[in-house]
């Protein structure tokens, strides 16, 4: 299994430009998240999603959209770049039953830098 | 809404000593609970996690947590600090299946963990 994978590792955008951070999971996990982390403020939760066609605002949600389309994909989308939106970003995923989570698993991070 | 306070940004313990990560939830009823690790340039791996079942929870590393939901506390601890330890930890809460929050991660601000020679 590949787990969370996101695309790509680096990315220098202008300021104004648009772009889609990629992340697909291979473990048909219900749940998927994206956050950004900022030094000096943990992790942020922007966008979520609990299952295909779902999705929810998370704490920072302002400038980035999500779709959720299928169970495996959930891309982020930078509408109008800003340097406030330098940041490394990571994509997560995880299920849910009667017995408990399974625990968020993450992928290895987007370095955004907005120039 | 859900939160979470880590206490202390920074802990410094000598190789050897007893390792204590504070955190503490908001939450109107008992959430799930999660301590996530960090190490420089990577990304984040799960220590350990409350979700049901026996509220004194065994992780990886050596670590150990304990819900306690009279204090709303689930704080992280290790007998023996080793020098590989030495990261930022994170502590996390997420709703119960069921719940509004089901499915929503929300994190600490995270505390360094300096382990000394």
């Known amino acids: 299994n590949a787990g969370v994978t996101q695309t790509p590792k680096f990315q220098v955008l202008k300021t104004g430009q648009s772009m889609t951070l990629q992340c697909a999971q291979d473990m048909n996990h219900e749940y998927m998240s994206w956050y950004r982390q900022d030094p000096g403020m943990g992790l942020r939760l922007i966008h979520y999603?609990?299952?295909?066609?779902?999705?929810d605002q998370g704490e920072v949600p302002n400038g980035y959209n999500v779709s959720r389309s299928t169970t495996e994909d959930f891309p982020l989308r930078l509408l109008s770049a800003a340097p406030s939106q330098t940041s490394v970003y990571f994509c997560a995923s995880s299920y849910t039953s009667g017995t408990g989570s399974s625990g968020y698993t993450f992928g290895s991070g987007t370095r955004l830098t907005v120039v | 809404a859900q939160s979470v306070t880590q206490l202390g940004s920074h802990v410094s313990v000598s190789e050897g000593a007893l390792v204590l990560l504070r955190c503490n939830y908001s939450s109107s009823v008992p959430p799930y609970l999660f301590w996530y690790v960090q190490y420089p340039n990577q990304g984040l791996q799960l220590l350990l996690k409350y979700t049901t079942g026996a509220t004194l929870v065994k992780g990886i590393n050596g670590f150990e947590a304990e819900f306690k939901k009279s204090e709303t506390s689930f704080h992280l601890t290790k007998p023996s600090a080793h020098m590989s330890d030495a990261a930022e930890y994170f502590c996390?809460?997420?709703?119960?299946?069921?719940?509004?929050?089901?499915?929503?991660?929300?994190f600490g601000q995270g505390t360094t963990l300096q382990v000394k020679p």
């Open positions: 996390a809460v997420s709703g119960r299946l069921g719940s509004s929050n089901t499915g929503k991660l929300i």
């Open positions: 999603s609990v299952g295909a066609g779902i999705t």
